[in-house]
């Protein structure tokens, strides 16, 4: 199980925290999305290692992005 945390900008609601959860939920392997609206961190869990790239794709894909 690999675990990995993110800092994602521009989320201000609820609505914001189910888009970017549903997003990196769909990338293959990702078991468990944690995000903390205030802090903005996103933890990450997987069954199989998962990419920053396939990350801030699905953040982006979402429409917000991960801080570098």
Same mark, same amino acid.
């Given at each position: 199980m690999a675990s +990995?945390?993110?800092t994602v900008k521009?989320?201000?609601? #609820?609505?914001?925290v189910g888009a $970017?959860? +549903? #997003?990196i939920g769909k990338i293959d &392997?990702?078991?468990s999305v944690d995000v903390?609206?205030?802090t903005g961190a $996103?933890? $990450? #869990?997987? &069954?199989n290692?998962?990419?920053d790239a396939e990350i801030a794709a699905a953040v982006d894909e979402a &429409?917000? #992005?991960v801080a570098s």
């Open positions: +990995s945390t993110y521009g989320m201000t609601c #609820e609505h914001c $970017v959860k +549903s #997003e &392997g990702v078991t903390d609206l205030a $996103v933890r $990450v #869990e997987s &069954g290692p998962v990419t &429409g917000y #992005e």
